[in-house]
């Protein structure tokens, strides 16, 4: 197992296009997280899924963001008519867990710039 | 809602030097707190895992402490190194669904 893998690394779009990325977990883990961190800031946590179930979403989340986990594995993160402050590192958590104490392992990221 | 906060936000030490980073939390109902390494354009290294009913962690030249009732977590690093150069990120959970972050310690050890 080679950890949480996310792709792409980067992501140069123009304004108005719209982008997806992809997160594949660590095997097993039955939770997995979209989190956003722009420049000089902590991550910010943006949706939650526990296997195929999207439980939580951040009001950071606006309608054209939209997220999904088919059959409790890999999961896409889409961003539609993507503006300039969509630019940030998009980071890809997961953890497995029956219970409140678990620890999170995330992946590189993908760095979106909006130009 | 949960506030994080680290101090200080950068830290310029010799190498060889211990140090200690400061993480505080505003709401001490938290079921763990998680310490992170993130080096520049990167993802997130975890550190350390504290679980609520623990006082502290230690993993290598690595401690980390925590006292929930008073909202604050240290991270201690002995005998610093250049590769231990990296931001440092404390993170709480409130339960199972997200971690709450602070802004990081940018910890620069020079040779």
């Known amino acids: 197992d080679t950890g949480v893998s996310q792709n792409p690394r980067h992501k140069i779009t123009k304004r108005g296009q719209n982008v997806t990325f992809r997160c594949d977990p660590i095997?097993?883990?039955?939770?997995l997280y979209w989190y956003r961190q722009t420049l000089g800031q902590g991550p910010e946590f943006l949706t939650y899924f526990q296997n195929e179930a999207q439980l939580e979403k951040s009001r950071l989340l606006s309608d054209r963001f939209s997220a999904e986990r088919p059959k409790g594995s890999f999961s896409t993160l889409e961003i539609q008519r993507t503006e300039q402050g969509d630019s940030a590192m998009y980071l890809c958590a997961s953890s497995y867990s029956t219970g409140e104490n678990t620890e999170a392992f995330f992946g590189q990221g993908t760095r979106l710039t909006v130009v | 809602k949960q506030e994080v906060t680290q101090i200080p936000a950068a830290l310029s030490v010799p190498e060889g030097e211990n140090l200690v980073l400061n993480c505080s939390f505003t709401?001490?109902?938290?079921?763990?707190l998680q310490w992170f390494r993130q080096d520049p354009g990167k993802g997130l290294t975890s550190l350390l895992l504290i679980q609520s009913s623990q006082r502290e962690q230690t993993s290598g030249r690595l401690n980390a402490s925590l006292d929930k009732s008073s909202g604050r977590s240290t991270l201690y690093i002995a005998a610093s190194q250049p590769g231990d150069s990296a931001t440092y990120l404390c993170?709480?959970?409130?339960?199972?669904?997200?971690?709450?972050f602070g802004t990081g310690t940018r910890l620069t050890v020079i040779p």
């Open positions: 993170a709480v959970s409130a339960g199972a669904n997200n971690l709450f």
């Open positions: 709401d001490s109902a938290i079921y763990n």
């Open positions: 095997s097993e883990h039955n939770r």
